[in-house]
């Protein structure tokens, strides 16, 4: 098994705590921690309808048999369990009882938020970081393959053919289940609407352009991104706040958590496709996206990342905010370092002043080294660089 970096915080908030909460996609291993992490406490899907029936029939019973506590799987499956559940969380200070997870945060969160405040943590788990999987022998040397596979448990722990394994996903999860919480009718618009947002990975999400191509309203096209973010398929990456006295875009970027999910959705068929493929450039600046908003969030801290662009098109792709302390990156594909990668990186830097930090630029080659000042970080040793260990600090 691929020891999850998240466990060690896992485990010591249960010591303060009276009950964790766990969000993140379906299959992106949240039964398989909570089971390794907690091995000694009872465990219940409340995906399985007898459970399920019994949870939402007679809470109060059902609660009663787990004094001491235990794994409430899929939660969100049976969301009146929890007013019952502060009940039974307040009869005791003892910490760590109820370990709960579920794979939509929407209104999971918000239901939780309401009826545990100040009982309970809240952590996510998203699929595996590429430190993860060396961590666990278990990733390529290759970028393309990386990229290709992407980062979900079940593809490397069973060893899985990533085109099968996704098409499954795509049908059982994208098709069925989140359709199903948007109450979409006609799949053929949904379907299109995928692959328009796999299609602009890296862009700015443009809500009316989208729509119009898929033949649905504007409004509706940003609601099912909301659910898409929601169910941990998607999310946008905000703009940063500061303009250094520039016009800058306001418009939020989309990304995918999974790089597997979106090739997939594109309909690549294998990795050496991924090589001559328009998006490649998109899709890594993906992956190196995700991989850092991935490592923060397994680090239970706030996802400070962000991209800057002005209306003349001067962009950096990443800026982290440590609070005033500005770290740059730019994100490029190609395996042969060049000098003029470095250009918007300066100019960004000279408007920003004394609140830039060490610029880094990380690309598709296999050496990583210093240039004129900036970090230049190879894609294999992105886990390595202290732009990834700050979540530790």
């Known amino acids: 098994m691929v020891r999850r970096e998240i466990q060690s915080r896992l485990v010591e908030l249960s010591k303060q705590f009276k009950a964790l909460l766990i969000t993140g996609p379906r299959q992106s291993g949240k039964t398989t921690l909570t089971r390794h992490a907690f091995p000694d406490k009872p465990y219940l899907s409340l995906e399985n309808p007898d459970t399920r029936s019994q949870a939402s029939q007679d809470p109060r019973a059902f609660l009663a048999r787990f004094r001491e506590g235990a794994i409430l799987d899929e939660a969100q499956r049976v969301p009146e369990l929890f007013s019952y559940l502060q009940q039974v969380l307040d009869e005791s200070r003892a910490p760590g009882r109820f370990v709960i997870t579920g794979s939509q945060h929407l209104g999971l969160n918000q239901t939780v938020g309401q009826s545990l405040a100040g009982r309970v943590a809240m952590l996510e788990l998203l699929p595996f970081t590429h430190g993860e999987l060396i961590a666990g022998k278990c990733a390529t040397a290759d970028l393309d393959t990386t990229l290709f596979k992407g980062s979900y448990p079940p593809v490397f722990d069973q060893n899985l053919d990533p085109v099968v394994w996704y098409n499954s996903y795509i049908d059982t999860y994208l098709q069925r289940d989140v359709r199903t919480l948007l109450n979409v009718r006609n799949l053929i618009p949904f379907q299109r609407f995928l692959a328009l947002c796999a299609g602009n990975v890296g862009q700015l999400f443009n809500a009316s352009r989208i729509a119009a191509d898929c033949g649905i309203a504007s409004v509706t096209a940003s609601q099912w991104l909301s659910v898409l973010e929601g169910s941990y398929i998607t999310f946008r990456l905000q703009p940063h706040f500061k303009n250094f006295r520039k016009r800058t875009i306001k418009t939020p970027k989309i990304y995918f958590w999974d790089t597997g999910l979106a090739i997939r959705l594109l309909g690549v068929e294998h990795p050496n496709q991924i090589a001559t493929h328009p998006l490649r450039g998109a899709l890594f600046e993906n992956w190196v996206a995700a991989e850092n908003m991935k490592r923060l969030c ?93 979540a530790r600090t």
Do not use: C
């Not at 962000?306 to 302390?325: K, T």
């Open 298 to 390: 397994h680090h239970v801290q706030r996802p400070n990342l962000f991209f800057w662009r002005d209306v003349a098109g001067l962009e950096v792709d990443l800026i982290q905010d440590l609070g005033g302390r500005l770290i740059p990156t730019e994100i490029k594909s190609g395996s042969t370092f060049a000098s003029d990668w470095t250009t918007a990186l300066s100019a960004w830097k000279k408007m920003a002043g004394q609140a830039a930090d060490t610029p880094r630029v990380v690309y598709g080659g296999s050496e990583s080294f210093d240039f004129q000042g900036v970090q230049v970080v190879s894609w294999a040793n992105l886990h390595e660089t202290r732009y990834n260990q700050v």
